[in-house]
């Protein structure tokens, strides 16, 4: 199985500083179909499911705000928001979906400082 | 509007069985692959297992943890997937997600229930 580990569990920003969450993948999760790397990321807010934000390690849900980013290659990932706004807390998740079993990050929670 | 709704839920003693439901609406449920996802209780996400749409064959796999306990079934006509859960023990209590994945056999997750809560007690 692939380990998926986040880092930090928790971090607080202060308004509009920059927030980072990183995310380790035990191998390479590169997809045969198109040579992207198969990582997604799922915000959740307290009380609701968690909702995509990004895929493909970069590209960005329609309707997500500019203000977060996805990079990263090879086993290293990083979740960026740029300008923490109010409205980001939560708990952010890590997730391959390269093979099966897909799995999950650990999460990391975001609050404000 | 996509939407998916679970239900199902509820306290079960250990070793029983209980199956969900999760109605589908706002797109053509049988063009996609359906998964089950859970959350323990203060937990992280957990997958449970997919069933592929019907060009795929409509199959199903499993995490190891529910395999041989647990089955995915569908019934495209009616818009349902369903999650057949027997023998339950204590560490399958949580919120139960369905979901559907976003691309064909490309295994994310863009739209998700709001959860159904099973807890397995006696």
């Known amino acids: 199985d692939i380990v998926m580990t986040q880092s930090p569990d928790s971090l607080a920003v202060s308004l509009g500083e920059r927030a980072t969450v990183n995310c380790r993948s035990s191998q390479t999760i590169v997809h045969r179909s198109n040579n992207e790397n198969s990582l997604a990321w799922y915000q959740q807010k307290p009380g609701q499911p968690p909702k995509l934000i990004i895929y493909w390690a970069s590209t960005r849900v329609s309707g997500v705000p500019d203000r977060f980013n996805g990079s990263g290659s090879g086993t290293e990932f990083t979740l960026t928001i740029s300008s923490l706004q109010a409205e980001d807390v939560g708990l952010y998740y890590c997730q391959q979906y390269y093979n099966d079993p897909l799995t999950f990050g650990e999460g990391t929670k975001v609050e404000i400082k | 509007e996509v939407q998916l709704v679970e239900s199902g839920g509820g306290l079960v003693q250990p070793g029983r069985s209980l199956r969900l439901s999760c109605v589908a609406s706002?797109?053509?449920?049988?063009?996609?692959?359906m998964a089950w996802l859970r959350q323990a209780p203060g937990k992280g996400l957990e997958w449970v297992g997919y069933i592929r749409d019907r060009s795929f064959g409509g199959t199903s796999e499993y995490a190891a943890s529910v395999k041989g306990r647990f089955s995915i079934s569908r019934d495209d006509s009616k818009g349902i997937a369903y999650l057949q859960m027997n023998s339950l023990q204590t560490e399958d209590t949580g919120v139960y997600y369905c979901?559907?994945?976003?691309?064909?056999?490309?295994?994310?997750?863009?739209?998700w229930g709001q959860g159904t809560p099973v807890t397995v007690s006696s």
């Open positions: 706002g797109f053509t449920s049988a063009d996609y692959a």
């Open positions: 979901t559907r994945e976003a691309l064909t056999d490309i295994r994310f997750f863009d739209y």
